[in-house]
């Protein structure tokens, strides 16, 4: 791995003289001095103090090259930048060549100081489950600094702190000191990690990894076999990890153990060219624009304008775009699962003669024109919580995307099986409910087609219907866009049947015979009453019986934006913004102040004036907003301090 973090230049002076001018972290510089170099020890304890204020730092240093020493290495360095293999490898190795017996100049040391919101931002991340690195190029104690500012870390937790010395440097005649120095060095970060894996630790206290570059060299080392190394093993039990004075390649090398060894989706975000790597390898690459240059929003997947930003991207359309595009996939074989296999149940009953039960017209049309619009629409503005800032203040919900709440093999397996159902009763009810007609005297209201047309007419409806019991949320134009469909199916039916052209002859007059025969009427409610029961039933179960943590949140919600409603306005998002925090604060001090009592605590209530912005009537129990459950499965421990059970309890409602 690349241990680069310094970087240095040859520039001409004025009296015709080669300079070479180095900077970059001390550990890299410290070992090129050259020996006794003055104000070593000074400049090292200065950089101590700023690193201990939370300020970056820099060291200077330079030297002056003769004009043969120049073109000898300039010579090395051009073959080197033609080499076809290993380049990055020559270059570093020509560049330690003249990076020797320097003098120290300086260091220069810097406030960064963290945009607004990032530390709510990392708090709320936490929260969420995500686990976060942090991999800069700072020196150990500035890192430490950095990472308690933005709450990452704090002084609850346990930390383990691997790191190393600065490495020797050693001549060109000493290579197997070299080797035998760094061994042993590898051996001691190895040892450290392993030992921090038997470490017992306290019961609910949550861990750290601090780790500085030289020694995530070794531990990266350990991580190249198929098995999990200790760096990968111990950083799962961690709440954090802080990688400090990790150059470009380390930070795209840590992103890609953790890829290859742990599964997980990476995220990866920076503001600068030297993040570029990491950005790169990350599944998702996220780059801020700043003044540190384009470099890192032109190789990234998403470009931000802030750090705190980034909870928007992820707790809020991160987890809307995992609902919408499951409903989408889910939805997608539904329909068309569902309509094919009525073909299979009208294969077996006719032996397998390989005569069609669906018009080609028909057929043709079923995902062009009848079933698409209403899933376009529910996968682009359906949600489950109305309001961005709720997602902000319970990032808790982000949980549910990270278990794959509403997508997996279980899921799938119950929405093909409900496809499958769904059919059954198409085919059959319409079957039998047709049957009869045969034995009239109407010419038309009998045999295979009009018994196609009725069943096609009940499989839209159905197919269109389960739509809309799983849509949360209903715009105007999913609205428009449902109905739509539904109104277009008839017109082009009533249409269809009544063109006397011999390509589209099968459905002619099938429209009229149905209008007017109640057993089609009758086969298309009974086949959607009962083709949507079970959807019926699971939506009751799991909203209702078994409501998780999102459904209590949008139910309180919808409660609020009904109650909004009845008053004639609609509370935008910034009041909502301003006013959610309020009161979840009031939660918090009313449950750290009450008397632990046994059974479930209270729902969550409205001071007076709390009601007058939320336009709540008076006419009920003043303070109180009825039956706002926030809590069901799961409880939200991270953000309340306790459980919140919908059972009120005057003793600790708030």
């Known amino acids: 791995y690349q241990r680069r973090v310094h970087g240095s230049c040859v520039v001409r002076t004025p009296d015709d003289r080669k300079l070479l001018m180095v ?3 001390d550990s890299m ?7 006794g170099a003055a104000h070593g020890a000074e400049t090292k304890e200065h950089l101590r103090v700023f690193a201990n204020e939370g300020l970056r730092t820099l060291v200077l240093a330079e030297r002056f090259i003769e004009e043969y020493e120049f073109q000898a290495w300039l010579l090395q360095y051009l073959a080197a930048s033609e080499a076809t293999e290993h380049k990055e490898a020559e270059l570093d190795r020509v560049a330690d060549l003249t990076e020797k017996d320097l003098q120290l100049v300086g260091a220069t040391a810097i406030e960064d100081k963290l945009q607004e919101g990032v530390p709510q931002c990392i708090a709320r991340l936490a929260r969420a489950n995500i686990q976060i690195w942090v991999l800069t190029g700072d020196k150990v104690e500035t890192a430490i600094n950095i990472a308690m500012a933005c709450n990452l870390i704090d002084t609850t937790m346990h930390w383990e702190k691997c790191s190393l010395p600065d490495p020797p440097h050693f001549g060109p005649d000493e290579e197997a000191a070299a080797a035998a120095s760094e061994k042993d060095r590898r051996d001691t970060v190895i040892a450290q990690l392993e030992r921090a894996l038997t470490d017992p630790m306290e019961p609910g206290r949550e861990a750290a990894l601090v780790i500085d570059g030289y020694a995530l060299t070794f531990a990266l080392e350990a991580e190249e076999g198929a098995a999990d190394g200790p760096l990968v093993r111990y950083s799962a039990r961690c709440k954090a990890v802080v ?16 890829k290859r060894k742990k599964q997980v989706i990476t995220l990866a975000i920076g503001d600068g060219a030297n993040d570029v790597g990491m950005i790169q390898q990350a599944h998702i690459g996220v780059g801020l624009s700043g003044k540190e240059g384009a470099a890192a929003v032109m190789n ?8 705190r930003y980034l909870q928007h991207l992820i707790l809020v359309h991160g987890r809307w775009s995992f609902q919408r595009i499951s409903l989408l996939i889910l939805y997608s074989f539904y329909k068309n699962l569902g309509f094919a296999v009525v ?23 079923w995902n062009v024109c009848f079933t698409s619009l209403p899933i376009m629409a529910s996968s682009a503005f359906d949600k489950d919580v109305i309001y961005k800032a709720t997602l902000h203040e319970f990032p808790e919900l982000y949980r ?3 278990e794959g709440h509403g997508f997996g093999g279980v899921t799938f397996l119950l929405w093909m099986l409900d496809s499958i159902y769904a059919s059954l009763v198409v085919y059959y009810g319409c079957l039998y409910a047709t049957e009869s007609i045969g034995r009239n005297n109407d010419s038309l209201a009998h045999g295979k087609w009009f018994f196609s047309y009725t069943m096609f007419a009940a499989c839209h409806v159905v197919i269109n219907l389960r739509l809309a019991v799983v849509t949360r949320t209903w715009t105007p134009i999913t609205l428009f866009l449902m109905v739509g469909t539904l ?4 017109a082009y039916a009533a249409v269809h049947s009544v063109v006397p052209i011999a390509a589209v002859a099968n459905m002619y007059g099938m429209f009229g015979a149905a209008w007017v025969n109640w057993t089609s009427w009758a086969a298309l409610a009974g086949t959607v009453v009962v083709g949507l029961l079970p959807a019926t039933l699971q939506l009751v179960w799991v909203r209702i019986m078994r409501p998780s943590e999102s459904t209590c949140v949008a139910t309180f919600e919808a409660r609020v934006v009904a109650e909004q409603a009845r008053l004639g306005r609609i509370m935008p998002e910034s009041e909502w913004a301003q006013l959610l925090p309020r009161m979840i ?6 449950l750290a102040s009450a008397q632990p009592t046994p059974g479930p605590a209270s729902n969550i209530q409205f001071s007076g004036a709390e009601e007058e912005s939320l336009g709540y009537s008076y006419s009920q129990t003043p303070g109180a907003y009825p039956e706002v459950q926030l809590a069901a499965a799961r409880p939200l421990r991270p953000r309340f301090g306790g459980d919140i059970d919908p059972t009120p309890t005057p003793t600790n409602s708030v």
């Open 23 to 25: 900077k970059g972290a």
């Open 300 to 307: 990234s997947d998403y470009a931000l304008a802030q750090f």
């Open 343 to 365: 073909s299979f149940w009208y294969g077996l009953q006719s032996g397998m003669s390989g005569v069609k039960i669906w018009d080609d017209i028909y057929q043709a049309l």
């Open 400 to 402: 549910e995307v990270q």
């Open 585 to 590: 604060s009031r939660q918090q001090q009313k």
């Open 29 to 35: 510089i410290y070992e090129r001095l050259a020996p």
């Open 487 to 490: 109104v277009f199916y008839w």
């Open 243 to 258: 990688c400090c004075r990790v150059s470009p390649k380390q930070k795209a090398a840590v992103v890609m153990v953790m």
